[in-house]
Nanobody, 121 residues
Framework: QVQLVESGGGSVQAGGSLRLSCEAS????????MGWYRQAPGKQRELAAT????????????EYADSLKGRFTISRDNAKNAVYLEMNSLKPEDTAVYYC??????????WGRGTQVTVSS
């Protein structure tokens, strides 16, 4: 069974930076999509960013929420089955629990337990 473990969350003042990490273990396919969703208090979970692995027939690609473009950068380390989210110029509205996601066409979606990010003004 797949397990995802997030780390790197914490408290930071507006304008600061944080780097989130997520490492997957278990039966991980070579071709997959990993990413981050976030959920603020009283709101639904929303997409932050995703990154798709490349293959012989497809190219790697990234996807970002419009409000995060230019501030957040997603990357991955395939050797470690890990995905990272570099968050810069953080704003109070970025405060949320951030969840790691692994998507595999055959097995479906897997979620981490989440890590709290708090941005103060």
């Amino acid at each position: 069974q797949v397990q995802l473990v997030e780390s790197g969350g914490g408290s930071v003042q507006a304008g600061g930076s944080l780097r989130l990490s997520c490492e997957a273990s278990g039966n991980i396919f070579k071709i997959n999509t990993m990413g981050w969703y976030r959920q603020a208090p009283g709101k639904q979970r929303e997409l932050a960013a995703t990154i798709k692995s490349g293959s012989l027939t497809t190219v790697s690609s990234t996807e970002y929420a419009d409000s995060l473009k230019g501030r957040f950068t997603i990357s991955r380390d395939n050797a470690k089955n890990a995905v990272y989210l570099e968050m810069n110029s953080l704003k109070p509205e970025d405060t949320a629990v951030y969840y790691c996601l692994l998507q595999q066409p055959t097995t479906g979606d897997f979620w981490g337990r989440g890590t709290q990010v708090t941005v103060s003004s």
